[in-house]
């Protein structure tokens, strides 16, 4: 089955403690985003990836760091989590470009207290 | 100015209804237009895909993109109670990859 996988699905941790949210997609795309999607401010994209070792800013990177080492995986790492970080992520890949996003994982809920 | 602008509803309509989805956007480089389905809890799935001008349709979904007047519209015939979720469009420029700009979503209930 065609999937993006995101883990862990609900994550809550204290602010200053580094985390990582992985990504893996198991279509072959070369193609991988980041967003956050929060209320009122709809989906705002962080980082994206059109491929390996290739990765550019979004329209919200600041505080988030990404790695692309392989084709599969996008994993999003908060250094140093903030509270204003809390928010509902979503990973996303695609075959074609422009940003033809066709698949979602399911989100992660993370909240920073 | 924002960028993408949609009304977040919420929009209600009976079973059968046809409903109608719409985004403005200022920047006139958009080329590609999307619309994506997002259940409660869940990821966004796209839906339908557009470049430049012109109507698609896909069963009981049909968008529209009018690029003079910057205004794309999701039509949905015969609506069902499973079509309720917050639809959201999103749009990029062309050439390579480009940052989807999404707007934040019209949520649509639809009453058997």
């Known amino acids: 089955e065609a999937q993006v996988t995101q883990n862990p699905r609900y994550l809550i941790t204290v602010t200053g403690k580094k985390l990582t949210v992985t990504c893996s997609q198991n279509m072959n795309h070369e193609y991988m985003s980041w967003y956050r999607q929060d209320p009122g401010l709809g989906l705002r994209q962080i980082y994206y990836s059109m491929n390996v070792e290739v990765t550019d800013k979004g329209d919200v990177p600041e505080g988030y760091k990404v790695s692309r080492k392989e084709k599969r995986n996008f994993p999003l790492i908060l250094e140093s989590p903030s509270p204003n970080q809390t928010s509902l992520y979503f990973c996303?890949?695609?075959?074609?470009?422009?940003?033809?996003?066709?698949?979602f994982g399911q989100g992660t809920r993370l909240t920073v207290v | 100015q924002k960028e993408v602008e949609q009304d977040p509803g919420p929009l209600s309509v009976p079973e059968g209804a046809i409903v109608s989805l719409n985004c403005t956007y200022s920047n006139s480089a958009f080329q590609y237009f999307m619309w994506y389905r997002q259940y409660s809890r869940k990821g966004p799935e796209l839906l339908m895909y557009?470049?430049?001008?012109g109507n698609k349709e896909d069963g009981r979904f049909i968008a529209q993109v009018d690029k003079s007047s910057k205004y794309i519209s999701l039509f949905i015939r015969d609506s069902q109670p499973s079509d309720s979720a917050t639809y959201l469009c999103?749009?990029?420029?062309?050439?390579?990859?480009?940052?989807?700009?999404f707007g934040k979503g019209t949520m649509l209930l639809v009453s058997p």
């Open positions: 557009t470049y430049s001008s």
């Open positions: 999103a749009m990029s420029e062309n050439s390579g990859y480009s940052t989807l700009t």
């Open positions: 996303a890949s695609s075959l074609a470009p422009p940003g033809t996003e066709a698949f």
